[in-house]
């Protein structure tokens, strides 16, 4: 699992790319093995996500009958609904790549996007804490996640821009792919798996 200095590092590229700067590809390791282990970013969000998961299940106990008790199934529900909204959008990207004859770009993309759940994961999961702290200020927090939402567009943005160059077609495809399918399955599944709280 890459370390605390590396995961400083990777981030640090993904900011210079949010920035425009190119110097940010080199301290990111975009190579085949460095796009596998790109994939421990999910292992470094864990614990924002599980508080993540803990304020979903409190919103999902409160729009319930008194006495109803939540088991481990949930947590099994939430976890099969997280890995999915993680790795759905980087097989559609990896498809759009193909279709685009651009392969070569893949492991950048699937590098950054992985990389850039790990800050992203952490802040959702500080203001699903501060939720669960302090529920009088969930409306504030609510616009703070939309806020959240938007910087993560204009982040994925920046970056496929950077990977693709000024392809406006391209760079667009991409960002629909990394995002929207989350936007588009997370509550249509949760209704499926029965853990929707509204």
Known sequence: MPSYSEVRLYLSGLWLLI???AQGFRLLDVSDRGMMRSFWAFVWCLPAVFVSWIWLRSLLVQSMPPGTRLGGMFFVRVAMLEVLNWLLPIVFAALICLFMGIHRKF???AV???WLAVPFAWIYGLLCLA???LPVLTPIIGLMQLI?????VFAVSRIMRMICGPQLLMTTALVLVLLVPNMILTGAMQR???IYPF
Request: hydrophobic residues 65%; proline residues 5%.
């Open 148 to 152: 959240l939402l938007m910087v993560l």
């Open 192 to 194: 499926f798996l029965g």
């Open 131 to 133: 939720m669960l702290l």
């Open 107 to 109: 492991p950048a993309i």
């Open 19 to 21: 920035r425009g700067d």
């Open 112 to 114: 950054t996007i992985n």
